[in-house]
């Protein structure tokens, strides 16, 4: 299909604008998840108030209490079955994390993204990816919140989303995927950056995803710079991450290598994921 003009990318763009200035056009689930983050933003919220929230959205407390009850949070197979008791286990920031993670999964199984699955599918897949790792590294290194690099690999590409989901709503958009890859590849970086603020997250964290192709200290790393690079670094594989996006042949080369080196925290990764996908399973 032939490129679309630059009028009607412009046209898209300003719409975006308009929204991210004001209320912005979440899907119902994502809207539900900002309500929950911006809860637990508040230091007065105590349980209470977090579960009534929590419980307005249906899906985000079916999985939270799946994944409270999973071998991760429930070695000792002590199930629960109430909201309150689930989230006492979790802890806020998981139930923070998993907020997002399951509002942005159900973006992508919109019926409305059918026609972009395969981009989202894989930018989604390299974000679980990329988060999992974070969050051993966190582990490991021990000056990170291990849930903090988690929430900054769950959210890297939610600009990625994010324009898909509108892309669905304009008919120029529609089975053109060249546009809608163009698209992605200019754009994804800058509105991302302004969905980060809209939800609230830290300052820091915020710079952080914004910096994270920035190459940062991957001998001895200690920041949630250095922490988030490393991870993008050890989930490359072909096709991953922001599509159309060309690596560098010297930065695949590492990436290799470093998956090679580190193999045993990438095990190490994979065991740590499977508690978020049972929740996210159907």
Same mark, same amino acid.
């Given at each position: 299909m032939s490129a679309i003009s630059p009028r009607t990318h412009f046209r898209i763009l300003e719409d975006i604008a308009h929204d991210l200035s004001g209320d912005t056009n979440f899907p119902t689930c994502m809207e539900a998840? /900002?309500? /929950?983050?911006?809860?637990?933003k508040d230091p007065q919220a105590d349980l209470g108030r977090v579960v009534q929230v929590v419980g307005i959205e249906p899906l985000i407390s079916s999985k939270l209490l799946r994944l409270a009850n999973s071998v991760t949070y429930n070695p000792m197979g002590k199930r629960v079955s109430d909201l309150g008791t689930a989230i006492a286990r979790l802890g806020f920031e998981s139930v923070r994390t998993t907020s997002l993670a399951v509002a942005m999964d159900q973006m992508l199984k919109s019926r409305s993204l059918a026609a972009y699955h395969d981009i989202g599918r894989d930018a989604w897949e390299h974000s679980l990816?990329?988060?999992?790792?974070?969050? /051993?590294?966190?582990?490991?290194?021990?000056?990170?919140?291990p849930e903090e690099a988690m929430l900054a690999g769950l959210v890297q590409n939610i600009g990625v989303f994010y324009l898909l989901f509108r892309c669905a709503e304009y008919d120029e958009y529609r089975d053109n995927r060249e546009a809608v890859l163009d698209l992605i590849q200019g754009w994804h970086a800058s509105i991302g950056e302004s969905l980060l603020h809209i939800l609230g997250l830290p300052e820091h964290l915020i710079e952080a995803i914004s910096d994270h192709g920035r190459p940062q200290d991957i001998e001895a790393p200690s920041s949630l710079h250095d922490?988030?690079?490393?991870?993008?670094?050890?989930?490359?594989?072909?096709?991953a991450g922001v599509p159309t996006q060309t690596a560098d042949p010297a930065w695949v080369e590492q990436a290799q290598a470093s998956r090679e080196r580190f193999a045993d925290l990438l095990r190490e990764a994979d065991d740590d994921i499977s508690a978020v996908r049972a929740a996210l399973a159907a």
């Amino acid at each position: 299909m032939s490129a679309i003009s630059p009028r009607t990318h412009f046209r898209i763009l300003e719409d975006i604008a308009h929204d991210l200035s004001g209320d912005t056009n979440f899907p119902t689930c994502m809207e539900a998840a /900002v309500l /929950v983050r911006n809860t637990l933003k508040d230091p007065q919220a105590d349980l209470g108030r977090v579960v009534q929230v929590v419980g307005i959205e249906p899906l985000i407390s079916s999985k939270l209490l799946r994944l409270a009850n999973s071998v991760t949070y429930n070695p000792m197979g002590k199930r629960v079955s109430d909201l309150g008791t689930a989230i006492a286990r979790l802890g806020f920031e998981s139930v923070r994390t998993t907020s997002l993670a399951v509002a942005m999964d159900q973006m992508l199984k919109s019926r409305s993204l059918a026609a972009y699955h395969d981009i989202g599918r894989d930018a989604w897949e390299h974000s679980l990816q990329v988060a999992a790792i974070a969050r /051993v590294l966190a582990r490991r290194i021990g000056r990170v919140k291990p849930e903090e690099a988690m929430l900054a690999g769950l959210v890297q590409n939610i600009g990625v989303f994010y324009l898909l989901f509108r892309c669905a709503e304009y008919d120029e958009y529609r089975d053109n995927r060249e546009a809608v890859l163009d698209l992605i590849q200019g754009w994804h970086a800058s509105i991302g950056e302004s969905l980060l603020h809209i939800l609230g997250l830290p300052e820091h964290l915020i710079e952080a995803i914004s910096d994270h192709g920035r190459p940062q200290d991957i001998e001895a790393p200690s920041s949630l710079h250095d922490i988030l690079y490393f991870a993008n670094l050890l989930a490359a594989k072909p096709g991953a991450g922001v599509p159309t996006q060309t690596a560098d042949p010297a930065w695949v080369e590492q990436a290799q290598a470093s998956r090679e080196r580190f193999a045993d925290l990438l095990r190490e990764a994979d065991d740590d994921i499977s508690a978020v996908r049972a929740a996210l399973a159907a």
